[in-house]
């Protein structure tokens, strides 16, 4: 089965794969633990506006999409400033990246097999180009995650406090927003935007789930995300499923295992 290992298209598909789970992960820990856990889906409809912007005016989609993205996903923060609920400020992104995508699609010609490939996940046929994007972007998040960990931490259990003690949290809401936009469309291309929610939020409630800190459920996240995504793939290249499908039933089946343990060692204790 190692064999496959000398396939270069498996060699980006994992490579990709890991550094997508990885800054997923650790990003959806922070939206999770603000109840913003749909976030993800919202800027995914987006993404998908930028997309079809990238295919109708004959640009590199990714990078529309992650500028379009990104606006995205400044509007949301800014609707959520303006007291606007997280649920209606996300349907509302949600349903207007949609309308975008659909309507420049319709124009282009309709759907094309690329463009099904960024709705439904294509990681196996992630290119060299691909490849050098999701790493650019993922060590960028990753960076910055790094630089402002403590901030955010702060501003994401106790934003006013952080407010009291001087740290620009509305700036860092800006930023955190825009981080989890780059992600989210960096995970396109393992997940599809249609899936892209069950990568940033699984991992995050699987690891919770442990109750071992915050750091300790960023690595554990990070560590279960991996492994669904290694295996995942490998498993659809042996069965000729879909990687994205067979990823998130992984991601799926490692919660339903952790929440059963849970519930069952809850009830011994009592």
Partial sequence: MLEILEYSFMQRALISGICISGICSAVGCFLVM????????????VAFGGVAVGFFVGIYPLWTAFIVSALGSLGLQKMQNSKISGDIAIAIVLVTGLSVGVILTSMS???????????????????TNDMITILIASATVATIILLFYRKLLFITFSPDL????????????YMLAVVAAVTVVTAMR????????ALIVIPTLSAAKLNR???????????????????GIFVSYVTDWAPAGTVVILLVSVFVIIHLV????????R
Avoid: P, Q, W
Avoid at 35 to 45: E, K
Avoid at 190 to 197: A, F
Avoid at 213 to 231: D, E, N, Q, R, W
Avoid at 262 to 269: A, F, G, H
């Fill in 34 to 45: 603000r109840r913003f856990a749909l976030f993800g889906d919202g800027i995914a409809h």
């Fill in 262 to 269: 849970y519930m069952t060692l809850e009830r011994l204790s």
């Fill in 162 to 173: 952080a407010r009291v003690s001087g740290i620009r949290v509305t700036l860092l809401n």
């Fill in 213 to 231: 800190g915050f750091k300790a459920t960023i690595a554990i996240s990070i560590i279960i995300s991996s492994t669904a995504v290694v295996s």
């Fill in 190 to 197: 393992l997940t599809g935007i249609l899936l892209i929610t």
């Fill in 109 to 127: 010609g309709g759907f094309s097999i690329d463009l099904f490939s960024f709705l439904f996940g294509s990681i196996i046929l992630v290119s």
